[in-house]
C-alpha cells in the first residue's frame, strides 16, 4: 500500500514538474530569442526589461535551469552547447557574453552591475526615498561588461562580478568570488578568487 502511495505520488509529481516546465518554457521563448534544441526547466525564468526580444539570445542545443535578468539597454548573449544549472542568477544592466560549451553549475551569481551605488550619502538617499522607487534601480550603480569564453566551467554557489573576462578552458572553482579577469587554461579559486594552477591542454 505504501508502495502505491508513493509512486502516485512521485507519478503527480513528475507531471506537475512536467506542466512548470512547459509554462516556464513558454514564457522564456516569448521573452527571448532562443536557438534549437532549447530545453529549460520547472524554475526557469527570463525577465527581459530591455523593451528588445532581440536583448537575450541564446544559441543552438542549451539547456537553461537559470533566471535570466535584464534592464535598460543591457544584453545578454550566450553560445551553444552551453549549460546552467537550477538557481544560477544571471542580472544584467550592461552586457554579459557567454560563450560555447560553457558548463556554469548550480547556485551561481553573474552580475555585471553593484545593484546598489557604493556612495553612502547615495544609499541613505535611497532608503529615505522608501524602498521601491526610482534611487533603488541598479541602473545607478557602477557597471562593466562580462565575458566568459568558451569551454568554460564555473563551479557551484561561484559568483562572477562586473568588468570580469574568464579566458577559454579556465576552471573557477566551487564557492570563488572572481572579482578579476582570469587566463585561459587557468583555475582560479578562493575569495576573492586567485590563479591556483592551469588545466592541462
Avoid at 553612502?120 to 535611497?126: C, G, I, L, V
Avoid at 521601491?132 to 561588461?145: F, I, T, V
Wanted: contains cysteine.
Amino acid at each position: 500500500m505504501i508502495k502505491i502511495i508513493t509512486n502516485g505520488y512521485a507519478l503527480i509529481q513528475n507531471i506537475a514538474n512536467k506542466c512548470k516546465t512547459f509554462v516556464a518554457k513558454k514564457k522564456f521563448i516569448t521573452a527571448c530569442v532562443v536557438g534549437e534544441n532549447f530545453s529549460c526547466g520547472p524554475s526557469s525564468k527570463c525577465i527581459n526589461n530591455t523593451g528588445k526580444k532581440e536583448g537575450i539570445k541564446i544559441g543552438n542545443n542549451c539547456e537553461i535551469l537559470a533566471q535570466f535578468v535584464a534592464e535598460r539597454d543591457a544584453s545578454i548573449t550566450i553560445g551553444n552547447y552551453t549549460t546552467m544549472r537550477d538557481k544560477t542568477r544571471l542580472f544584467a544592466i550592461d552586457e554579459i557574453i557567454i560563450g560555447d560549451y560553457v558548463i556554469i553549475s548550480n547556485n551561481v551569481t553573474i552580475y555585471d552591475n553593484n545593484n546598489h551605488p557604493i556612495c553612502p550619502e547615495m544609499r541613505m538617499a535611497m532608503s529615505k526615498s522608501g524602498f521601491y522607487g526610482d534611487l533603488w534601480h541598479a541602473k545607478h550603480s557602477d557597471h562593466s561588461p562580462i565575458i566568459i569564453h568558451d569551454n568554460v566551467w564555473i563551479g557551484e554557489r561561484a559568483i562572477i562580478l562586473k568588468g570580469v573576462t574568464i579566458g577559454k578552458g579556465a576552471i573557477i572553482s566551487m564557492g570563488a568570488v572572481v572579482t578579476k579577469d582570469v587566463p585561459e587554461y587557468a583555475i582560479a579559486a578562493g575569495n576573492p578568487a586567485r590563479i591556483v594552477k592551469n588545466v592541462k591542454q
